[in-house]
């Protein structure tokens, strides 16, 4: 659980969007955080103090005239005892007040007493769209950032009155994906990361293809945990079945030819080369333009193929890799002998680095069990969440790197 021990000031503030907030405190509490909610009157008139206490399963501050603390101070209290304040939603009229520095009700207060060093501030925006893109509003975000409040963003689409446009509170996943964000460690900032995922589907007809059982987990779970750890990603993904990750630029493709062209357009911007991707080997020679019928009679198409590129010994082999400005990650889905099948594949493929894993014991898992190799030796991951897994090698990779302006 990625917020385990964690002890989180939930804040609420006047809008419709509070309704999210109570799917919210279910989150942090499900991933094991220590959830304190604290809302204003305004948010009580939108949901009550009671579901907000249910579900955190601790009482609720609403006033600062609260004379539940002995020492009448729950906006000290609370703000000392919290890793983090994510106040969601956050309405205009409460940033308005946080810019400057007023202080009169409970969570306001708590805002301004918490120390800024240590108790980091997230603010989950939730208005009308007019309200949102007013200058005022706009000003508010850039100030509230530059007084180190972290200001996420908004999401899209419908309105509670009726209209379309930005300014909708981000949903209660997303909002979860950016506290867990918040508190991993920025090993990758400044770094450009690219990731390519998933399986390659080969065309035979327009109807039919060749492709694997690979389903981008573990290479979508390293988008993420790049993206965390405070790294520029692109993920090039082969067709799967996954949405996301947030704040990653993701590019579809299909085949292996697209998954090249794609892959080799990203690496000269980039600083690392993480290739995941289950590319298929061989592709049909010509794929045909209409469908192939069955004429009956046992009368059998015959298929010719043709080798795919090696996407990533190529890119491995380019001028800026061999230069150490570009650090290329291999993986090796291997059915037997996963050390010394893996070992000679470092080798084959010309990377600094390689993980190993058992194809059929991981394709569609959401957990797996790693093996890397490099020149210096070996390093086996046990039986973790791709997640997990794929946090701990971000740390491993980022070790690897070079650091910036010392050749
Ligand atoms: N890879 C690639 N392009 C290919 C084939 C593989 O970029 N055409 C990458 C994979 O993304 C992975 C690594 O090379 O990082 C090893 O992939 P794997 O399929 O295990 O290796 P192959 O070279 O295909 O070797 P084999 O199938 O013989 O084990």
Excluded at 57 to 76: C, F, G, K, L
Excluded at 174 to 181: F, P, R, V
Excluded at 222 to 240: C, E, I, K, N, S
Aim: net charge neutral.
């Amino acid at each position: 659980m990625d917020l385990n021990g964690k002890h989180i000031v939930l804040g609420l503030t006047g809008g419709v969007a509070c309704y999210k907030a109570a799917y919210l405190c279910r989150l942090l509490v499900k991933e094991g955080a220590e959830v304190q909610v604290v809302m204003t009157e305004a948010a009580a008139q939108f949901i009550t103090p009671v579901t907000m206490q249910a579900l955190s399963n601790r009482t609720v501050y609403v006033s600062q005239w609260d004379a539940r603390e002995p020492n009448n101070m729950a906006h000290i209290n609370l703000s000392r005892e919290a890793d983090a304040i994510l106040v969601a939603p956050a309405s205009a009229d409460f940033m308005a007040k946080l810019l400057h520095g007023r202080a009169d009700d409970l969570l306001s207060l708590m805002c301004l007493a918490r120390p800024v060093e240590r108790v980091a501030l997230l603010l989950a925006p939730a208005m009308n769209r007019e309200m949102w893109a007013h200058p005022a509003t706009q000003r508010n975000v850039t100030q509230l950032r530059a007084d180190g409040a972290q200001v996420l963003g908004v999401g899209e689409g419908d309105q509670a009155c009726g209209e379309t446009g930005d300014g909708r509170m981000l949903e209660p996943e997303e909002l979860l994906q950016d506290l867990i964000a918040h508190f991993q460690p920025q090993v990758l900032t400044g770094r450009r990361v690219l990731i390519s995922a998933g399986p390659t589907f080969e065309a035979i007809d327009p109807v039919r293809g060749i492709t694997n059982l690979s389903s981008g987990k573990m290479g979508f779970a390293l988008a993420r945990a790049a993206r965390d750890a405070g790294a520029q990603v692109t993920l090039v993904a082969g067709p799967v079945n996954l949405g996301g990750p947030r704040g990653v630029r993701r590019i579809n493709v299909r085949s292996a030819l697209d998954m090249d062209a794609a892959c080799r357009a990203q690496a000269d911007q980039a600083d690392v080369f993480i290739a995941t991707a289950a590319v298929a080997d061989w592709r049909p020679a010509s794929a045909k333009t209409q469908k192939i019928k069955k004429h009956g009679g046992g009368q059998l198409p015959s298929l010719s193929f043709v080798e795919n590129p090696d996407i990533l010994a190529a890119i491995a082999a380019s001028e800026r890799a061999r230069s150490g400005a570009l650090y290329c990650v291999g993986f090796a889905a291997e059915s037997q002998d996963l050390e010394a099948q893996a070992t000679a594949k470092r080798l084959r493929k010309g990377v600094p680095l390689l993980v190993g894993n058992i194809g059929p014991a991981t394709f569609g898992q959401d957990d797996n069990a790693l093996l890397l190799i490099d020149a210096q030796g070996t390093l086996e991951m046990p039986r973790n969440s791709k997640q997990a897994l794929a946090r701990m090698l971000v740390a491993e990779i980022a070790k690897r790197l070079p650091v910036p302006g010392v050749a």
